[in-house]
């Protein structure tokens, strides 16, 4: 959910950012008092996303500017179709607009490619997740995209849930301690709320794992004969959770092995922003 909070506090900081002296073309070239009209409009078949923040960048330049939004986030569209009209001031307009399409092209980019893993493991019972592989400052923008796309969102920082991956597993090691017994241990001193979730990346660490009660175990990089594997293997005893190379090529036959959840990094990391644009009426 994106709060009222966290939409001014990004889209103001890139406002700031754009135009730290104000618009210097605007309030030179058009007069004060000129009023202009313009079409969001897309030039290629997607998924929107943003539309609140597109609103927030105008509104926050501007309050007399006017935003009517013709479609939702989630909403498919097609090339030519206008997605949000804009009204009011000419320099409040011109001012955001660059904010304003730098947001919502990207959010609309996170949600079309998110559509597509969806899309791709549709019939199976695996839901698309995205990760923490997001642009700093942005990451409550780029998780909105990913639901918009109608994947689900992942833990949203290291203060919401214990995630334990290779690096940690191997300091565990060192110290000498059993995993069994280190992840027992934490689950003891842990609120009965927080999720625990424990990468591995071989089939012989998940009996500790299930021994310890995690509650998710991550299989990562794992090969196809191996994810079945592991899936028979875990066999309801906790969430079996996808990551590694997955790409749209090969989330099919992932979510195939049977497996509850697949983690996609490339939603969010190497998503391309839509190619949208805001077309002033002449008329």
């Known amino acids: 959910m994106l709060t ?3 939409l001014t506090r990004v889209v103001g900081a890139a406002l700031e950012e754009d135009a730290p002296w104000g618009d210097l073309t605007s309030t030179t070239l058009l007069p004060a008092d000129a ?6 409009v897309a030039r290629e078949t997607g998924v929107f996303s943003g539309g609140e923040v597109f609103a927030a960048a105008f509104a926050l330049t501007d309050a007399s500017v006017t935003v009517d939004q013709h479609v939702g986030d989630g909403d498919h569209f097609a090339p030519g179709d206008v997605l949000a009209s804009v009204s009011g001031s000419a320099r409040g307009i ?89 992840l027992r241990d934490a689950l003891s001193r842990l609120p009965h709320t927080v999720h625990v979730v424990v990468e591995v990346d071989r089939l012989d660490q998940i009996p500790a794992v299930l021994d310890g009660g995690a509650h998710t175990v ?25 990551s590694g190379g997955v790409t749209l090529d090969t989330v099919g036959d992932i979510a195939r092995t049977g497996v509850d959840v697949i983690s996609v990094g490339a939603l969010t990391h190497s998503a391309r922003a839509l190619d ?6 002449i008329s």
């Open 4 to 6: 009222v909070a966290t």
């Open 35 to 40: 009023t202009a009209a313009a079409d969001l």
């Open 94 to 182: 011109l001012t955001a607009e660059r904010v304003a399409l730098n947001f919502v092209q990207r959010m609309s980019g996170i949600a079309t490619v998110t559509s597509a893993y969806v899309a791709a493991v549709d019939g199976t019972r695996a839901r698309i997740v995205d990760t923490r592989k997001t642009t700093p400052g942005l990451r409550a923008f780029e998780r909105h995209a990913v639901v918009s796309g109608g994947g689900h969102n992942h833990r949203y920082s290291l203060s919401d849930a214990v995630m334990a991956k290779d690096n940690h597993l191997a300091v565990i090691a060192r110290s000498g301690a059993d995993l069994a017994t280190a």
């Open 218 to 242: 991550l299989l990562d990089n794992f090969s196809l004969e191996d994810l079945r594997a592991g899936v028979a293997l875990i066999d309801g005893r906790a969430t079996t959770e996808a």
């Open 276 to 281: 949208l644009g805001l077309d002033v009426r």
